[in-house]
T-cell receptor, first 113, second 109 residues
Framework: DTGVSQDPRHKITKRGQNVTFRCDPI?????LYWYRQTLGQGPEFLTY????????KSRLLSDRFSAERPKGSFSTLEIQRTEQGDSAMYLC???????????FGSGTRLTVV | KQEVTQIPAALSVPEGENLVLNCSFT??????LQWFRQDPGKGLTSLLL?????REQTSGRLNASLDKSSGRSTLYIAASQPGDSATYLC????????FGAGTRLTVKP
């Protein structure tokens, strides 16, 4: 097991385009989290899954954002009609339970031009 | 909603100094408090996890403490080295951990 994997590492897109990111958690972890981080700030919570169920969504997750975790394994985060304000690092983390802390992936850096 | 604050925002010290980073949180009903390190442009690396029932954890030159009653945690770094230069983040919460903005540490040779 090589930890949490995120793909792609970098994405440059034109404003208005749709983008999708993928996260593969540690295999035995049933919880998966998405965060967004802008320059100089700490990560901001977006959403989390327990198995395939999306149990919480932040108000930051506007209608243009959607996340899925089919079959409780990998997860995707899609942003529709991207805006320049969406430019950020998108981080994925997984955990075995809320008692054992998070393991983060390397993130996907999105630049909207 | 949990709010996490880290002080100072930035810290510069000469190599060899011992230092303390501070983290405060508003909701004491937490499961965990976790400290992370982040290098520029990279993801987060977990340093120490303190579970709710614990008061401190140690790993090498790092020691983290947790005082739930006062809503505070500290990260102590002994004998700092230039390689310790990074941003240090604390996170607290239950199913949706919330982060502080981090302390940017620079250790000068």
């Amino acid at each position: 097991d090589t930890g949490v994997s995120q793909d792609p590492r970098h994405k440059i897109t034109k404003r208005g385009q749709n983008v999708t990111f993928r996260c593969d958690p540690i295999s035995e972890h049933n919880r998966l989290y998405w965060y967004r981080q802008t320059l100089g700030q700490g990560p901001e919570f977006l959403t989390y899954f327990q198995n395939e169920a999306q149990l919480e969504k932040s108000r930051l997750l506007s209608d243009r954002f959607s996340a899925e975790r089919p079959k409780g394994s990998f997860s995707t985060l899609e942003i529709q009609r991207t805006e320049q304000g969406d430019s950020a690092m998108y981080l994925c983390a997984s955990s075995f339970s809320s008692l054992y802390g998070y393991t983060f992936g390397s993130g996907t850096r999105l630049t909207v031009v | 909603k949990q709010e996490v604050t880290q002080i100072p925002a930035a810290l510069s010290v000469p190599e060899g100094e011992n230092l303390v980073l501070n983290c405060s949180f508003t909701d004491s009903a937490i499961y965990n408090l976790q400290w992370f390190r982040q290098d520029p442009g990279k993801g987060l690396t977990s340093l120490l996890l303190i579970q709710s029932s614990q008061r401190e954890q140690t790993s090498g030159r790092l020691n983290a403490s947790l005082d739930k009653s006062s809503g505070r945690s500290t990260l102590y770094i002994a004998a700092s080295q230039p390689g310790d230069s990074a941003t240090y983040l604390c996170a607290s919460g239950n199913n949706d951990m919330r982060f502080g903005a981090g302390t940017r540490l620079t250790v000068k040779p």
